[in-house]
């Protein structure tokens, strides 16, 4: 009875295990970008001082890439991305001339895993000081200086969780086994129980 007992308290802690990882596995998953400034596809009067993304969580701040490429691809990043909170801000260099531009994104995620995006917004005129003025479409554009309702940013493709069905299934094996070793174990008790129950009959008999 008590090797049983020890078997059942087994399978309890399994299945406790496996809740547990289920209940962990939301808060295992990668940072996202929530939103950017400017919006993703917005149209603003003219390149802005910095570009910023903001995260749901603080993601870390070694290894974190902005780069804001202009139409004909030049980069107008300037120094270091700036991590405070769950925000990080890129500083443009002025002159930046009007146009489409891309900006990409690359960040350390607070779980220790890269992610990474992009969006894009478009200048209707160059910065002040700006010598180059890209082609600026004119159809289907808003006026300038009106940026739409802000949008959530592209998160970077966050991989499947997969050592969390590994998890549940090395818990489900464990379950089985122990299920099986707990059965196993009873039907061995029965059967002793029915041999001493056969000698002592047999015992009886003799005397």
Do not use: C
């Not at 701040?61 to 490429?69: A, H, I």
């Not at 289907?140 to 969780?161: D, I, K, R």
């Not at 089985?176 to 041999?195: C, P, Q, W, Y």
Request: glycine share 10%.
């Amino acid at each position: 009875m008590r090797s049983i007992r020890q078997l059942l308290t087994a399978v309890l802690g399994a299945v406790a295990f496996a809740a547990l990882l289920f209940a962990a596995g939301p808060a295992s998953a990668h940072d996202a970008a929530e939103s950017s400034s400017p919006a993703d596809g917005a149209t603003v009067a003219a390149p802005p001082a910095e570009v910023s993304i903001t995260f749901n969580n603080t993601p870390l701040g070694l290894g974190s890439q902005v780069r804001v490429n202009d139409a004909a691809g030049a980069d107008w990043a300037d120094g270091k991305v700036e991590i405070v909170d769950n925000v990080a801000t890129q500083k443009l260099r002025e002159g930046a001339p009007a146009g489409k531009y891309t900006v990409l994104w690359r960040v350390v995620s607070s779980d220790s895993h890269p992610i990474e995006g992009t969006f894009t917004f478009t200048a209707t005129a160059g910065a002040e000081g700006s010598t180059a003025a890209a082609p600026v479409p004119t159809v289907g554009t808003q006026q300038p200086g009106v940026t739409p309702a802000p949008e959530n940013a592209p998160s970077a493709s966050e991989p499947f969780p997969w050592s969390l069905v590994v998890f549940a299934a090395v818990a489900v094996g464990l379950l089985v086994a122990l299920g099986i070793l707990a059965r196993r174990k009873l039907v061995m008790g029965n059967d002793d129980e029915d041999a001493d129950s056969g000698d002592t009959a047999a015992g009886g008999r003799s005397h």
